[in-house]
């Protein structure tokens, strides 16, 4: 990792997918700061320029982690034998590690699931934190002591992050009381804003880190404090007050049915009812919508953040996506439970799902992508062109993601300069050319690692290898074992 302050810089590539889909030679320019400044494409080598002879993706954001729950990964796949709660084993398992994790293995635990992250094509992360307390209920000294553990994680991988301190009020709808298994994730309004204006401050001239708003879900934040969080004036000190905010909605039906109970309304509908939703928003899951629903929220520019591999692990459903995107829905996707880090299977799987529940082929298309944003690849021997799912899925993700991070990613003037190479030696890959490196890479992808990844235009993985892997592998090891032995 180069750690010598960069200038003025430019690169071409050999093959490049852009906002306009897969260009040959792109060259772009990347100011001091690590934004790009030109974009060219079919351009030519100029004396100077940084050759990059492989095919390039930007990087996908990652607009959904709880990084601490890498360290569940795995151990949730029991049940109590003869019990019909299917769910226990998972939230226990939750529990058991929130509490016990000091600020030390929280960091060691974020910084392995961050770099399995950089590892395989995420570049930038939005990390939706609710433990804040200490493992007795109290309040650190500094209220902030547990964000920052995970942000400096973020920082010491070289991953750009958009940090959520989340607002955990409520045992549910109602306003029930937090559990005693729930004393770490309790914050008051007033320390809420501490720790947001706290973090800000502190965080300001980092241009990697962005501070925003997590409201947990309508289960856990009354009404009155979510109107109160998401005011511009809720901390009157920002520079920003207009940040994103991410909130979990309707992510199993028996939240709807419990949304329903209390206020007469689904979710999604009481939301929209209640707030100007827009493209300030970021909806997580958002899985469960009735058409009218799906039909305003495509309609809203809100971003929707969709997990299909945790979702899928929690058995929560399928969301509309057909009809979303066909309707200008934004999409973006995230990793969640951390079960796996790896933005390939999440657009797989999203597809996927689809296709087992319609018993079709190629759902995923966005419009937005499809219809005006991208041209149509060219092939050889076709009249009509085709359109390519897994340059559609790359670009939607990448777009919605970006904006769901407050983080302009991808090869287009103002964007930030994040990106990866595919692994030309990865038989997946194997006779790729335009869009079929996002196809193949999608759909058929064999290694587990992608090659080098800039972030900012600075190299922070060469050929597959990160400069502290040992030192980080071995910490996330100790905590393991100290969690669960
Ligand atoms: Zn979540």
């Given at each position: 990792m180069s750690t010598i302050p960069h200038h003025h810089q430019a690169y071409l590539f050999k093959e490049a997918l852009s906002p306009h889909g897969w260009q040959k030679d792109l060259r772009i320019e990347v100011d001091q700061l690590g934004r790009i400044i030109s974009t060219q494409p079919n351009a030519e080598f100029r004396v100077g320029d940084q050759c990059i002879n492989r095919a390039v993706c930007p990087g996908i954001p990652n607009l959904h982690s709880h990084s601490f729950q890498r360290a569940i990964a795995g151990r949730t796949a029991t049940q109590l034998r003869g019990s019909q709660d299917h769910f226990w084993t998972w939230r226990e398992a939750m529990y058991q590690a929130a509490l016990k994790l000091s600020p030390e293995d929280l960091s060691a635990i974020a910084a392995q699931c961050f770099l399995e992250m950089l590892y395989n094509g995420y570049t930038s992360v939005a990390e939706f934190h609710y433990v804040h307390r200490d493992p007795q209920g109290k309040a650190y000294d500094r209220l902030s002591e547990l964000s920052e553990a995970v942000i400096d994680a973020a920082l010491m991988v070289g991953m750009p992050i958009t940090h959520l301190p989340v607002l955990y009020r409520w045992a549910?709808?109602?306003?029930k009381t937090l559990l005693e298994e729930q004393r770490r994730f309790e914050l008051n309004l007033d320390e809420y804003a501490q720790i947001i204006t706290a973090l800000d401050h502190q965080y300001q001239d980092d241009q990697r880190v962005k501070i925003a708003l997590a409201p947990h879900s309508l289960r856990a934040v009354s009404a009155d404090e979510l109107k109160i969080i998401t005011d511009?004036?809720?901390?009157?000190?920002?520079?920003?007050?207009?940040r994103v905010i991410h909130i979990h909605i309707a992510e199993q039906m028996a939240e709807v049915n419990m949304c329903l109970a209390q206020t007469g309304q689904r979710p999604v509908e009481w939301l929209m009812n209640h707030h100007d939703i827009s493209s300030r928003w970021c909806l997580v899951h958002a899985t469960h919508l009735s058409q009218e629903e799906t039909a305003h929220l495509a309609q809203s520019k809100a971003v929707v953040g969709l997990c299909p591999s945790t979702e899928a692990d929690l058995g929560d459903g399928l969301f509309p996506l057909p009809d979303f995107l066909a309707q200008g829905g934004r999409f973006g996707i995230g990793s969640d439970s951390n079960l796996r880090a790896d933005p390939t299977e999440e657009l797989r799987l999203l597809e996927w799902g689809q296709r087992l529940h319609h018993q079709k082929r190629n759902l995923a298309f966005s419009s937005l992508v499809n219809g005006q944003v991208h041209q149509a690849p060219q092939t050889k021997n076709l009249e009509n062109p085709l359109d390519s799912l897994g340059q559609s899925l790359s670009l939607a993700s990448v777009q919605g993601g970006s904006q769901a991070l407050s983080r302009p990613t991808g090869f287009?003037?103002?964007?930030?300069a994040d990106w990866f190479t595919l692994d030309e030696q990865d038989l997946g890959l194997c006779g790729a050319e335009g869009y079929l490196h996002s196809d193949q890479w999608i759909f058929a992808r064999r290694n587990s690692r992608i090659n080098d990844v800039f972030i900012a235009g600075q190299q922070v993985i060469s050929d597959g290898k990160h400069p502290l892997e040992r030192q980080i592998a071995a910490q996330f090891k100790q905590s393991i074992h100290r969690l669960f032995n």
């Open positions: 549910g709808f109602g306003q511009p004036n809720f901390c009157p000190s920002l520079s920003e007050p207009n287009f003037e103002g964007a930030w």
